[in-house]
């Protein structure tokens, strides 16, 4: 295994490199995951070529890390401050056999850079640990939440995943049939239809899940990609915006709907309610077929 400090587009960044030669590049700004690729090369996130990568703004595409909010659910910036913010590389040490472990981690805690935020918005004292853990066509992405402080500290989560995709006409994303006849907010109307029980790309999409009862399986390309999640993720987001909003969307070119579709593990309907001292854990893991 293999980690190096790099530079990126003038941010840094850190690349785990398998000798299988599965990779991952994660930025510090945002323990933002920006790529992903299994053995035989294949890029499996989607960055849009025009994201802005200057350790100030949100960065389109990759897994960016939505917490301690989600979308504009509360008094905080959308997707909350953690996106927006440099998070620490914590040296991790050898496993019991002294070989170092295939993973790596970044935190982020109370400092003055969450103050900001952490003094009226969101007044909590906190630590959240993502652990990136990389193996042969496979990747497992956890966050840890510590609530450091001495009160109740409630927060919204998601793993804001942005797969590439290659014919998006073509794409079937399976397993959603377990969820057939179940509620869903649509947030393109503000509405909780009925689903169907299938998904295929018809036009913009945004709609809120509950978490499906197994893994789905994103079928593209003649490949196939199982994504899945920890149960206390209670819910599935998925996400293409279409034409219109690509074109009008500043940091996507405006045929970037065609080569993308988020598939996000994430808590927001019902707030994590989080004890003092108390420890939450979620994640999602994502497996090449």
Not at 20 to 26: C, F, I, P, Y
Not at 48 to 70: M, N, W
Not at 227 to 233: F, G, T
């Amino acid at each position: 295994m293999s980690l190096s400090t790099i530079t990126f587009q003038n941010q840094p960044c850190l690349r785990l490199t398998l000798p299988s030669q599965d990779t991952l590049l994660v930025a510090l700004h945002g323990a933002q995951l920006l790529s992903w690729q299994t053995g035989e090369g294949r890029e499996r996130l989607y960055m849009s070529p025009k994201a802005v990568i200057d350790g100030q703004a949100a960065i389109r595409g990759g897994v960016p890390v939505c917490f301690p909010q989600f979308n504009m659910r509360g008094p905080l910036p959308k997707h909350g401050f953690a996106r927006n913010l440099a998070w620490q590389h914590v040296p991790s040490a050898p496993d019991e056999a002294g070989q170092a472990q295939q993973s790596l981690q970044l935190r982020l805690s109370n400092s003055a850079h969450t103050q900001p935020f952490t003094d009226t918005l969101w007044p909590h004292q906190f630590e959240a640990l993502l652990t990136l853990r990389l193996a042969p066509q496979s990747l497992h992405m956890a966050l840890q939440v510590r609530n450091t402080g001495a009160q109740t500290m409630p927060f919204t989560v998601a793993l804001h995943t942005y797969f590439a995709v290659q014919h998006l006409q073509q794409l079937r994303l399976a397993g959603l049939a377990g969820l057939a006849g179940q509620p869903y907010w649509d947030a393109l109307t503000d509405t909780h239809p009925t689903f169907a029980g299938d998904w295929r790309y018809s036009g913009p999409f945004d709609a809120v899940f509950p978490a499906p009862p197994a893994p789905l399986v994103l079928h593209d390309a003649g490949a196939a990609l199982e994504i899945s999640q920890s149960p206390s993720m209670g819910q599935t987001v998925v996400w293409n915006p279409g034409p219109a909003l690509s074109q009008q969307l500043a940091d996507m070119p405006d045929d970037g709907y065609q080569h993308m579709l988020c598939v996000e593990a994430a808590q927001i309907d019902t707030p994590v309610q989080l004890a003092p001292g108390a420890q939450w854990l979620g994640w999602q893991q994502l497996r090449a077929l």
